[in-house]
């Protein structure tokens, strides 16, 4: 299983960025998807999440109505566009294959490397 974030880099705040989560080796259709970001001294967290036919998403608090995630299965991609960029989510993400048990969202042990995303004020 490979999952490969890209797209991060350094915005300033009230910026855009898209990240991207490219899977390989699981059979992207039938996963739930989840981005995480983990800034220094704090721990992993979950920003947001998609079912595996897109319909259902869940998001952060601190996220919603800023970021939108999305998956084109056609592409085994995940997305996220993450828009009014603050300092605070400055972090790195990472993508995750999960599933979905009720309207919980559960990571499983696939994990990208990550993507730096750092938004300056």
């Known amino acids: 299983v490979q999952l490969v974030e890209s797209g991060g880099g350094l915005v300033q705040a009230g910026g855009s960025l898209r990240l991207s989560c490219a899977a390989s080796?699981?059979?992207?259709?039938?996963?739930?998807m989840g981005w995480y970001r983990q800034a220094p001294g704090k721990q992993r967290e979950l920003v947001a999440a998609?079912?595996?036919?897109?319909?259902?998403?869940k998001y952060a608090d601190s996220v919603k109505g800023r970021f939108t995630i999305s998956r084109d299965n056609a592409k085994n991609t995940m997305y996220l566009q993450m828009n009014s960029l603050k300092p605070e989510d400055t972090a790195v993400y990472y993508c995750?294959?999960?599933?979905?048990?009720?309207?919980?969202?559960?990571?499983?042990?696939?994990w990208g490397q990550g993507t730096q995303v750092t938004v300056s004020s």
């Open positions: 995750n294959a999960g599933l979905y048990s009720g309207s919980v969202y559960l990571p499983r042990g696939y």
């Open positions: 080796g699981i059979t992207f259709s039938i996963n739930a």
């Open positions: 998609i079912s595996n036919g897109g319909g259902i998403t």
